[in-house]
């Protein structure tokens, strides 16, 4: 199949993409790596009116230093946050989880602002950008704000971000103490079910992908975690969770799959 026809616009600033997306209104869909965007309109299950090309739009790459944490440009591409020596340093699980997104085709392509605003199900990065408690940047018409990613994720490919709102930058905070893990039918396929945990103060914050319509917390064991019981914390890696079934897996897998994936994110957590 091939996409419905579409306009294409590429912006050489911010400021132009965002008047684009005001021009062309709900018809139009930013386009970063195109990953994840492109096969959806060849299914034509999207079929944005009008494209816009962020491409085109110098300082939108790159890692930056801000003391607590680490700034890093929407259209970074999983290739470069993978390799970062400052990410590799100081927030290992998102280096390590960008070195194992799809395939290498998918990672010198995709971004990780492109990942992260279109939300989807079983993406690696919205999970762990939860657990580490991290935000995004974004702008609009109104200027610049930023969102934390408890307030991120709305829903099925759904964010809180305006439609005529950019995703900008990634802010991830310095912990070493944290690990992604997760369950495929291959090695390159999509997450049936993954767990990140991030471990600060003796307390963890915990996040699921696969197991709702977004990435959600796993409030239970988060508060059963004691600062050393992965086991017991991540038996309540479901409670509260209505893990979905289909063709891939039931619901109960999920659940299982959730308690033994948190135990695992838990204990590295914990070595680190």
Same mark, same amino acid.
């Given at each position: 199949?091939?996409?419905t ?9 911010v ?21 994840s ?17 962020l ?9 930056r230093d ?9 259209m970074t ?8 020596p400052?990410?590799?340093a ?27 605003a279109h939300?989807?199900?079983?993406a ?8 580490l ?18 307030d991120l994720?709305?829903?099925?490919l ?13 802010h991830?905070?310095r912990?070493?103490? #944290? $690990?992604?893990?997760? &369950? ?6 999509? %997450?049936?079910?993954? =767990? *990140?945990?991030?471990? /600060?103060g003796?307390?963890a914050?915990?996040?699921?992908t696969?197991m ?5 917390r796993?409030? #239970? $064991?988060e508060?059963? &975690?004691?600062g050393?019981?992965?086991a017991a %914390?991540?038996?309540? =890696? *479901?409670?509260?969770? /209505?893990p ?24 590295a957590?914990?070595a680190?």
């Amino acid at each position: 199949m091939i996409p419905t026809e579409f306009a294409y616009e590429r912006p050489a600033t911010v400021e132009e993409a965002v008047a684009l997306l005001e021009r062309h209104g709900d018809g139009a869909r930013p386009l970063a790596g195109g990953h994840s965007l492109v096969p959806m309109m060849k299914l034509r299950l999207a079929a944005p009116e009008a494209l816009i090309d962020l491409s085109g739009i110098p300082g939108l790459a790159g890692v930056r230093d801000e003391g607590p944490r680490i700034t890093v440009g929407a259209m970074t591409r999983h290739a470069d946050v993978a390799a970062d020596p400052m990410i590799m340093a100081e927030c290992p699980v998102v280096a390590e989880t960008a070195a194992n997104i799809g395939d290498r085709q998918v990672r010198s392509r995709g971004t990780i602002g492109g990942s992260l605003a279109h939300s989807d199900p079983h993406a690696d990065l919205p999970a762990v950008l939860l657990a580490l408690g991290g935000s995004v940047t974004v702008q609009g018409p109104s200027g610049r704000r930023e969102i934390a990613a408890d307030d991120l994720f709305v829903d099925l490919l759904t964010t809180s971000l305006a439609d005529d709102e950019i995703l900008i930058a990634v802010h991830l905070p310095r912990n070493r103490s #944290a $690990a992604y893990e997760k &369950f495929a039918n291959r090695a390159q396929d999509w %997450a049936m079910v993954g =767990a *990140a945990a991030a471990i /600060s103060g003796g307390r963890a914050r915990i996040a699921l992908t696969g197991m709702a319509s977004h990435a959600v917390r796993a409030v #239970a $064991a988060e508060q059963a &975690f004691d600062g050393s019981n992965a086991a017991a %914390a991540a038996a309540k =890696a *479901a409670e509260g969770l /209505s893990p979905p079934s289909d063709t891939a897996a039931s619901g109960e897998f999920r659940a299982h799959l959730a308690t033994v994936l948190v135990e695992r994110a838990l204990e590295a957590a914990m070595a680190r």
